[in-house]
């Protein structure tokens, strides 16, 4: 026989259960106010506020004139700007490479700026030296620039040949493109593309733009199998072969000192 539940019995779990129901609801209720209450008094605060605007990597123009370019202000709200569209904003100044914005802590936005590199110097009729970055943009004048190490380009007249010259040093390793002092452009009928390099330790170098990043960065190999020979003129258009001062703008000179050493 099935055994029969009084509903007074039934009474006092049916009210705890209810009251546990309503305190969830309350529970659920209060975090849901205190949640945006804090938000309120976030967002009316110092605190979600850019208080700090960082920069990193700025070496072709200043700090604040990468701020001014992205648009981010002191004071701005944290949130009510996409990083997106101020690295958008920064990438309309052609020597910048890339860009990266983004919120770090709940007051600074850092600007993380890459930059084209430095390729080199090149002579201008009008404005003296200017400095040339690795994408062939021709960026300004020295006189609001400090100098740095990258050789200098003599008597590039021709764009065309000027950006194929500024890709292939792009592709030199560091410690070639350190050696070098100048390229000038010597380009004969045959061939516009030929250069001659004037070395930091004393060597001259003829070479063609087209083959020039590939041969060259072999040239501390080079330099130390000739190094007892003396200085002289390392002609890598073809081939590579190698003549000292003497013999090829005094051979009369070089024959006398060969016999007197014999």
Do not use: C
Not at 7 to 14: A, F, K, S, W
Not at 82 to 96: F, G, L, N, P
Not at 238 to 257: A, C, H, I, M, R
């Amino acid at each position: 026989m099935d055994k029969i539940i009084d509903i007074e019995d039934r009474i006092p779990t049916l009210r705890e259960s209810r009251k546990k129901r309503t305190n969830r609801k309350f529970t659920l209720l209060l975090v849901i106010f205190l949640l945006t209450l804090i938000s309120l008094l976030y967002f009316q605060s110092p605190y979600s506020h850019i208080q700090t605007i960082i920069v990193k990597g700025a070496n072709l123009s200043t700090s604040e004139e990468y701020i001014e370019q992205s648009g981010l202000q002191q004071g701005q709200s944290m949130w009510e700007f996409r990083t997106s569209s101020a690295e958008k904003k920064m990438k309309k100044k052609e020597w910048i490479q890339d860009v990266i914005v983004r919120r770090s802590g709940l007051t600074t936005v850092t600007i993380e700026v890459g930059e084209w590199k430095k390729a080199a110097y090149i002579e201008s009729d009008n404005k003296g030296l200017e400095l040339v970055l690795e994408n062939g943009l021709v960026f300004q004048t020295l006189e609001t620039m400090p100098l740095v190490n990258a050789p200098l380009l003599s008597n590039f007249d021709n764009p065309k040949v000027t950006n194929l010259m500024v890709k292939e040093l792009a592709k030199l390793n560091q410690e070639v493109l350190t050696m070098i002092s100048q390229i000038e452009s010597v380009p004969s009928e045959a061939d516009p593309y030929r250069i001659r390099l004037f070395m930091n330790d004393g060597y001259e170098v003829r070479a063609i733009i087209p083959t020039f990043a590939e041969k060259m960065n072999y040239y501390p190999s080079i330099i130390a199998q000739i190094d007892d020979a003396g200085k002289g003129v390392i002609d890598i258009e073809v081939g590579s072969f190698f003549q000292t001062y003497s013999e090829l703008y005094n051979p009369q000179l070089e024959e006398e000192e060969n016999e007197a050493s014999e």
